[in-house]
Antibody, heavy 121, light 111 residues
């Protein structure tokens, strides 16, 4: 089965670091872009970043640039989203997603189940 | 980058047709055919309904259709059904930051 499985919910304090994961299976992981989307409580979707695990090309939205880092481990078919220093405003659901076509990063047709990150003192 | 503009809410009766608009600029919606539409039910991950302006992924009902005119993309849902009640988001490639941007979201209510 083609799927993306994300790591479990996290509760962190402001200033702590965090790395959440997204494991792809059922397809050739290195041939599709992987994107990350944020959804703050009760709010809309925000496009954060996208990365190609095969050649490591990475794009960030202006608001995510310098705030998070995306990476991937080809040996385990896993993508990561990490923070060096969390803020309360990072509290959100984070989704990883894969596009429908190998040739672009547009149109995410495969989604992970989401990872809820709560940052609170 | 600014989100694409969608109406906050749209409603329709069972069996009716509704259209959701997504307005951008010639740097995003108007300049490229990389417009997608997503459906999101509460507590669920989004689901791709339309990509590349008007293409439906396998398994998506043909009651959903997409189009574009100038800087505005549209999603039409025909034969409205109860299960269509959800939030809908458009997205588009944007040259203003060479990435992608989502719309503000539209809550669809089936009366």
């Amino acid at each position: 089965e083609v799927q993306l499985v994300q790591s479990g919910a996290e509760v962190k304090k402001p200033g702590e670091s965090l790395k959440i994961s997204c494991k792809g299976s059922g397809y050739t992981f290195t041939t599709y872009w992987i994107g990350w989307v944020r959804q703050m409580p009760g709010k809309g979707l925000e496009w954060m970043a996208v990365m190609h695990p095969g050649h490591s090309d990475t794009r960030y939205s202006p608001s995510s640039q310098d705030q998070v880092t995306v990476s991937a481990d080809k040996s385990t078919n896993t993508a990561y989203l990490q923070w060096r220093s969390l803020k309360a405003s990072d509290t959100a659901m984070y989704y990883c997603a894969r596009p429908a076509n190998r040739s672009s990063w547009f149109g995410f047709d495969l989604w992970g189940q989401g990872t809820l990150v709560t940052v609170s003192s | 980058q600014s989100a694409l503009t969608q109406p906050a809410s749209v409603s329709g009766s069972l069996g009716q047709s509704i259209t959701i608009s997504c307005t951008g600029t010639n740097s995003d919606v108007g300049g490229y055919n990389f417009v997608s539409w997503y459906q999101q039910h509460p507590g669920r991950a989004p689901k791709l309904m339309i990509h590349d302006v008007s293409n439906r992924p396998l398994g998506v009902s043909n009651r959903f259709s997409g189009s574009k005119s100038g800087n505005t993309a549209s999603l039409t849902i025909s034969g409205l059904q109860a299960e269509d009640e959800a939030d809908y988001y458009c997205s588009s490639y944007t040259t203003s930051s060479t990435v992608e941007v989502f719309g503000s979201g539209t809550k669809v209510t089936v009366l």
